[in-house]
């Protein structure tokens, strides 16, 4: 008796078992989700744009910013034409043994810019980037 008491018992258990396996959902299969990665585009470096000879003429002015803390003023030199256009004056890089060119004692006054730079044409405007001054003369005023 003892025998099929146990194994009914045995067999209820089974039953639930299996009962509940059907009652709880299953999972869902894992989906591997594989996300296309674009491969990265070519580097295309723009052309060269090659300095030219410029030649600019206007009144040179300061601009003076304060530095950081603890660090000294910058200052800025900049040459603007009769049309009000703006172009930055780059440092003077004398080579050894020559004067550098000195801007601060130009300030105010009209001068022609021969040097270094880049042209571009954008939006109907021309932008001139000077890079390096290779003289700088004050004009004559006529009277």
Do not use: F, H, W
């Given at each position: 008796?003892?025998?099929?008491?146990?194994?009914?018992?045995?067999?209820?258990?089974?039953?639930?078992?299996?009962?509940?396996?059907?009652?709880?959902?299953?999972?869902?299969?894992?989906?591997?989700?594989?996300?296309?990665?674009?491969?990265?585009?070519?580097?295309?470096?723009?052309?060269?744009?090659?300095?030219?000879?410029?030649?600019?003429?206007?009144?040179?002015?300061?601009?003076?910013?304060?530095?950081?803390?603890g660090e000294a003023a910058k200052v800025t030199y900049m040459l603007t034409d009769a049309d009000g256009h703006v172009t930055r004056l780059p440092e003077s890089q004398a080579p050894e043994g020559e004067a550098a060119i000195d801007l601060a004692s130009l300030v105010g006054a009209e001068v022609t810019v021969t040097g270094k730079g880049m042209v571009r044409e954008a939006d109907g405007k021309t932008m001139v980037h000077l890079m390096s001054i290779s003289a700088i003369s004050k004009v004559a005023v006529q009277e």
């Open positions: 008796m003892k025998k099929i008491v146990v194994a009914g018992i045995v067999c209820m258990v089974c039953v639930c078992v299996t009962v509940a396996e059907d009652a709880i959902p299953a999972a869902p299969a894992a989906d591997v989700v594989v996300e296309a990665v674009a491969a990265p585009a070519p580097v295309v470096e723009a052309p060269a744009i090659e300095a030219q000879d410029v030649v600019l003429k206007g009144v040179v002015s300061k601009i003076e910013r304060p530095g950081k803390e």
